[in-house]
């Protein structure tokens, strides 16, 4: 239980630091990587999951860091793949811990530009490395969006457990991390691809109770917050069940 607990909270947390470290580098005002554009941010996200999966695996965890991957396992046959159903809430609870310890580090270590962005009227630009904002708000597709998007990166997950990737661990979690490039690149840049409950509960959270400067900072946008929670939760029992029944 408490491997578990750590290697989730330990690898969401990594995840946040490297992926939102990528967002923060690149849309934060005075940074070196300021403007360096979607490309990097896509990239510096699939490099995030392969680094930290990697980590949190080779500290004996089982490396989901995303509640829509243990949604799928839970529909996928839990008990065989992880074990005690006990376990269920440890690690949904390691993951949002981890992704708002990660986000408190990344706050930290870009307090300076945080406060620039927050000086020069562009609270968005904060609100941006924390969590998700769409470029149109439309409620259906935006939940498509994010579904579809969720979707595609559980089932290659779910896939590597098949074929030449079960001699593997590490081919796996490279492919994952070309799939999640991959999303960002192709349908990414209408949602900012959350594709993980925790990666987007957690940060938002941090925002929201964070001590910036409050003569600029921008509300955290909860009226869409539910959205990158609800459908990438509902895709993982989708295609959880869609592997198991096939």
């Not at 839970?74 to 006990?86: E, F, I, L, R, Y």
């Amino acid at each position: 239980m408490i491997t578990h607990f750590l290697t989730e909270l330990l690898g969401t947390m990594i995840l946040i630091i490297i992926g939102n470290g990528i967002v923060a580098n690149t849309v934060l005002k005075g940074t070196k990587g300021e403007n360096a554009g979607w490309l990097a941010i896509a990239i510096g996200w699939g490099f995030a999951v392969v680094v930290a999966a990697t980590i949190s695996s080779a500290l004996g965890g089982k490396s989901h860091l995303n509640p829509a991957i243990t949604l799928a396992y839970v529909v996928n046959d839990w008990k065989a793949n992880v074990g005690s159903w006990g376990l269920l809430p440890i690690f949904l609870i390691g993951q949002i811990l981890g992704a708002m310890l990660g986000q408190i580090i990344l706050d930290i270590i870009y307090m300076k530009h945080i406060h620039v962005s927050h000086i020069e009227n562009r609270g968005d630009l904060v609100l941006a490395m924390h969590s998700t904002v769409p470029t149109h708000k439309n409620i259906y597709l935006n939940l498509f969006t994010e579904f579809l998007a969720t979707s595609i990166l559980v089932g290659a997950i779910l896939s590597t457990s098949n074929g030449w990737f079960k001699e593997s661990h590490f081919l796996g979690t490279l492919f994952v991390g070309i799939v999640v490039i991959g999303i960002g690149l192709g349908i990414g840049g209408t949602t900012g691809y959350a594709i993980n409950p925790a990666r987007d509960l957690g940060p938002r959270i941090i925002h929201q109770i964070a001590p910036f400067d409050k003569n600029y900072k921008i509300k955290s946008d909860w009226s869409y917050g539910w959205i990158p929670i609800v459908a990438p939760s509902l895709s993982g029992l989708f295609v959880g069940l869609i592997f198991l029944l096939t």
